[in-house]
């Protein structure tokens, strides 16, 4: 056998291999969840993710959640409001909840990076060939 024809059939064989081990079914469809586009619960309008249910759960039966999606505090902020809730609201004690609240609050409803302080970011640099 040349040269030619083995890596021929060699490549034959693998292009064969490939195609037979591809999955046939179409993979189903999911919901592409990007920073930029994270998707809102309808009932809520709070973001969705895997913790949504338990913090629906702890968070939503005394108030609405617009109190949640219009603040916007650091991890230390939130535990601060929901020791004050505790304390003067009848919060319950969240338990092992707390620690995975608290992330989730902190990933979508911290404090908003503002690296110009709200102003517009500064022109580019102009270069006017004189
Ligand atoms: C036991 C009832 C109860 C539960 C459960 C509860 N809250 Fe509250 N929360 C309150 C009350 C009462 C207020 C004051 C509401 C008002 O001012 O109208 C409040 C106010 C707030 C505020 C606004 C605070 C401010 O400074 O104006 C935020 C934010 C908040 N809650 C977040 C949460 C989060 C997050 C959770 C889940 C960990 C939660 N709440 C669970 C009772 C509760």
Redesign the pocket.
């Known amino acids: 056998m040349n040269k030619g024809l083995l890596v021929g059939t060699l490549f034959g064989l693998s292009v064969g291999l490939v195609a037979f081990t591809l999955p046939t079914r179409s993979l189903p469809a999911q919901p592409i969840t990007v920073a930029d586009s994270l998707q809102l619960d309808k009932e809520t309008g709070l973001v969705i993710d895997d913790r949504l249910t338990l913090v629906k759960g702890?968070?939503t039966?005394?108030?609405s959640s617009k109190?949640?999606v219009q603040?916007q505090l650091t991890r230390d902020g939130?535990r601060q409001?929901?020791r004050w809730?505790q304390r003067t609201?009848?919060?319950w004690d969240?338990g092992e909840s707390e620690p995975v609240?608290l992330d989730y609050?902190t990933r979508y409803y911290g404090p908003k990076e503002r690296p110009f302080d709200g102003r517009r970011l500064p022109l580019p640099k102009q270069q006017w060939g004189l």
């Open positions: 702890q968070c039966a005394c108030h109190l949640i603040s939130w409001k929901i809730m609201q009848k919060l969240l609240i609050l």
